[in-house]
């Protein structure tokens, strides 16, 4: 039998399976040599039978997996740079290093400090590799750019972990990106010494130079700020209102450049390299053209991981019309995939490589189905049903991650994007156009400028007053992992579906529809089951003690805290909750838990299992655990720096648990 009509799809799936696995079980390379070595003996058995066939054997397809699983988690064991004996993690010291590097990249800047990219180059005079993030204040006489070779004396910190249930997890994205340790640099820990030429330098100073071409059409600073993400990747300086206003009505996508953006470059550049055809080697030098130009787009924009797919996609389909084949679309898809990871394990951890590949697979299967009840003309009622239909696919397939990462689902997606997207497809082509008469006939420049900075007045009214139908956004929808895989089990049922028409089809469906039910109740279920009280990591004091399906919270600033707040009820699938003010004395199951706060007051003879210290109380901490005799300590990130490390080192010295949120993230008390 057939084992699968597009080969190369099963083999990518299950090599991005393989990843997954070896991020989460991290083998050592020994166990993955013995799982490759017998995978690939299997393989070959089969593949030697299946030369003799006419068909390969359903085994064939599963010895084909298996091997590709195990690539997978050598991938990421290969890739995963704290395993290689050079990197900076294993020969750091405990006190004060002496780290020097480049800065590669510049990131986007806090309220108080600029962000960096660094490669380490060298630690304590030893040769070594990997990435750090380097903190430098604004007002910092010495600033820095790419290229910057830096040399400075610190202790690098660990990217703090994630310090509430529920949060974004910022050192988990990072490690995705191989960057494992930070550092605050002072004016006088660091000093410049060289500058070195490498790629991100050179990208990113062209990326500055073709940027600063704009500064004579006197824009607004959001209409550049606009055309810096739409043309460079580069949303920085976009505001904050801006980038609300999009995510609220669902149009959030135009402005991480992708596919669609990807798509209209790649015609732009067709278009204007078409006449190239009427010579003599004339396709091949167009291929060529246009395979540079592509990847050079794609390194202005800092090979984010959606623009690397859309890129690579694009490269393969160029290069099949210059051998003039017509070759599968799922193939392609699969192909661009398979070497985005071969190059790059992490890409699938990353989520624009997540929702663009959902998104273009989506629209890819569901297209043809919805294309067979609609047939117009009329080129532009067909050209905005197709429009419609389009982004009703894309938003099928992003939807499940849609929900899981960022829990909610802006109901006007579709009157939003109607308009937005021919909008950011005009924007493009005359921001290309602008950008190139800006080096040859800058005074001719006005002119597509002038357009648009009206478009984008347009459409950024026209986002914000959708984003501001508040009735029409669902927020704070609970969707856990479980039930993101569940619910593409029954996209990919439905689909089976439409396309088979078959009873045993209809039947997978339902029953998939049944199980997405069953994960739901089940999620919902055990995450009200639990019996927990927590000492959150905020600005001023947040604990909650949830029994069952009641959550009470108790809160110095609850005013401040509703984000976390939010979190949690969420993630445990809790729709209300109750307030309170915060409490000294604690009874939760067979533990006293007892908070001193900024009176410094206390009961004598409570013997409390934990102690919570919050705003900064006046105490002799010594005289507190003699008297009170507790078996934990614990301080929330409302007191200062300086009482917390007081409070650390009396503890070490009487020998008693100590717990800093602003360390070590929440606590929880089971």
Not at 102 to 125: D, G, M, P, R, T
Not at 337 to 364: C, E, K, R, T
Not at 584 to 607: A, E, P, T
Request: one cysteine or more; glycine letters at 4%.
């Amino acid at each position: 039998m057939k084992v699968f009509p597009f080969p190369l799809i099963p083999f990518t799936l299950t090599l991005a399976v393989g990843i997954v696995a070896g991020k989460s079980f991290l083998p050592n390379g020994f166990q993955i040599s013995i799982g490759i070595t017998i995978s690939f003996l299997i393989f070959l058995l089969y593949f030697l039978k299946a030369r003799k066939q006419l068909f390969p054997s359903i085994n064939f397809g599963i010895a084909t997996a298996f091997l590709a699983f195990f690539i997978g988690t050598g991938l990421h064991f290969l890739h995963f740079q704290p395993n290689r004996a050079n990197h900076y993690s294993n020969v750091l010291q405990t006190e004060n290093n002496y780290v020097s590097g480049v800065v590669s990249k510049v990131l986007k800047s806090s309220a108080k400090n600029h962000k960096y990219e660094f490669e380490i180059q060298s630690v304590n005079q030893k040769q070594a590799i990997g990435k750090i993030l380097i903190y430098n204040k604004k007002d910092n006489p010495t600033q820095l750019k790419p290229g910057d070779v830096v040399l400075f004396e610190s202790q690098l910190q660990s990217v703090p972990k994630n310090l509430n249930p529920y949060q974004f997890d910022y050192a988990n994205y990072l490690a995705n990106q191989h960057i494992f340790h930070q550092v605050f640099l002072k004016p006088n820990d660091f000093r410049i010494i060289g500058n070195q030429s490498t790629f991100a330098s050179f990208t990113h100073f062209t990326r500055v130079k073709l940027t600063s071409s704009f500064h004579h059409l006197n824009w607004k600073p959001e209409t550049q700020a606009f055309i810096n993400a739409l043309l460079f990747g580069q949303k920085n300086h976009l505001e904050q209102d801006t980038l609300t206003s999009f995510t609220d009505a669902g149009v959030m996508h135009v402005l991480a450049i992708s596919g669609l953006h990807v798509g209209i470059i790649y015609m732009f550049i067709a278009f204007a390299l078409k006449p190239l055809k009427r010579y003599k080697k004339g396709r091949l030098i167009e291929l060529l053209l246009t395979l540079f130009l592509l990847w050079s787009f794609a390194a202005l924009t800092g090979f984010s991981a959606s623009v690397s797919r859309a890129v690579t996609l694009f490269s393969i389909i160029a290069i099949g019309r210059f051998w003039n084949k017509r070759s599968s679309v799922y193939n392609s898809i699969a192909a661009s995939a398979l070497l985005l990871l071969l190059v790059n394990p992490n890409f699938i951890f990353d989520i624009g490589f997540q929702l663009s590949y959902s998104a273009v697979l989506s629209i890819v299967l569901f297209q043809p189905f919805f294309e067979r009840f609609y047939f117009s003309k009329n080129k532009i009622s067909r050209y905005v049903v197709d429009l419609i239909l389009v982004s009703v696919a894309a938003q099928i397939g992003v939807l499940p991650l849609s929900l899981y990462y960022f829990n909610q689902f802006p109901i006007l997606f579709l009157v939003a994007n109607i308009l937005v997207i021919p909008f950011v497809t005009l924007l493009l082509l005359l921001g290309v156009l602008t950008l190139i008469l800006n080096f040859i006939f800058p005074m001719l420049a006005q002119f597509p400028a002038f357009a648009i900075e009206k478009i984008i007045d347009f459409m950024t009214f026209y986002v914000g007053w959708i984003s501001k139908f508040d009735t029409f956004i669902i927020r704070n929808i609970s969707f856990s992992a479980s039930l993101c895989l569940v619910a593409y089990l029954m996209i990919a049922c439905f689909l089976y579906w439409l396309y088979q028409k078959k009873n045993k089809a209809l039947i997978y469906f339902l029953v998939s529809i049944i199980l997405v039910q069953i994960t739901y109740v089940f999620s919902q279920t055990s995450a009200q089951l639990q019996h927990e009280m927590l000492i959150f990591n905020t600005k001023g004091s947040l604990f909650a003690i949830k029994k069952n399906t009641e959550t009470t919270f108790f809160s110095t600033s609850p005013e401040e805290q509703i984000a976390t707040i939010s979190d949690y009820n969420r993630g445990n699938f809790t729709e209300n909750s109750t307030i309170l003010p915060i409490e000294n004395v604690y009874l939760f199951g067979n533990r006293k838990i007892l908070v001193i706060d900024d009176s410094g007051y206390f009961k004598i003879g409570i013997n409390p299992d934990v102690v919570v210290l919050i705003d900064n109380p006046k105490i002799n901490l010594e005289r507190v655990i003699k008297e009170l005799q507790p078996k934990t300590i614990i301080a929330d990130n409302s007191n200062g720096f300086y009482r917390i490390n007081q409070w650390k080192a009396t503890c070490e010295q009487e020998k008693i648990p100590f717990h800093a949120t602003a360390e070590k993230g929440f606590y929880r008390i089971k």
